[in-house]
């Protein structure tokens, strides 16, 4: 049973700071790998996607890593911003019927003014 | 281009009563989901489809229904809802060949049974 951990549960950090959010996952039978955001009381963003041939994604201030064969992924956000603050979601499509999602239980972060 | 149009926003229930969560998607993808998000156990899948005429079942599917008539829509029943369904529920859809494409979400359905 293919499970998604996050590392750290939460974090806070000082604006300006560049920080590192940690996805690991058991399987590697995945399609891709896709980070959300979340902010609170609201639905799911979705930030990067990294088909499971590709080793990174980047999008603006974000870098999405991706390592298939030893099961970890990692979320880069460069020089943060109070904007950022949010959860953090990285979930995994599973390689079977139905494409499944199986999501990590988040990171909490909040950058301080 | 709406996406994900998840109805209602907010819903609250007596015990044993019976509603229906709709869900729409407007980009002609195959795959739809349901999942339900709740405080320490993060999202959880429910059913799902990989096309009209087609549901499965997830992690977590008793007590509810879902029916797929149209590629459009995806409706979430419950049958006779409990407290335990207190959640917020959450519809996503993805096109075809994942591997490329990955999962647009709605905005959600905040559900209380009391």
């Known amino acids: 049973k293919q499970e998604v951990t996050q590392i750290p549960a939460a974090l806070s950090v000082p604006e300006g700071e560049n920080l590192v959010l940690n996805c690991s996952f058991t399987?590697?039978?995945?399609?891709?790998l896709q980070w959300f955001r979340q902010d609170p009381g609201k639905g799911l963003t979705s930030l990067l996607l990294i088909q499971s041939s590709q080793r990174e994604q980047t999008s603006g201030r974000l870098n999405a890593s991706l390592d298939k064969s030893s099961g970890r992924s990692t979320l880069y956000i460069a020089a943060s911003q109070p904007g950022d603050s949010a959860t953090y979601l990285c979930?995994?499509?599973?390689?079977?019927?139905?494409?499944?999602?199986?999501f990590g239980a988040g990171t909490i972060l909040r950058v301080k003014s | 281009n709406a996406g994900v149009t998840q109805t209602p926003k907010f819903q609250v229930l007596k015990t044993g009563q019976s509603m229906t969560l709709q869900c729409a998607q407007d980009?002609?993808?195959?795959?739809m989901s349901w999942y339900r998000q709740d405080p320490g156990m993060g999202l959880r899948l429910i059913h799902y489809s990989v096309g009209a005429g087609i549901t499965d079942q997830g992690e977590v599917p008793n007590g509810y229904n879902v029916s797929r008539s149209t590629t459009e829509d995806f409706p979430l029943r419950l049958l006779s809802a409990a407290p335990s369904q207190t959640s917020v529920y959450f519809c996503a859809s993805s096109p075809w060949q994942g591997q490329k494409y990955g999962y647009t979400f709605g905005s959600g359905t905040r559900l209380t049974v009391v």
């Open positions: 399987d590697s039978a995945i399609y891709n």
């Open positions: 979930a995994v499509s599973l390689m079977e019927y139905g494409n499944k999602l199986v």
């Open positions: 980009m002609n993808h195959e795959y």
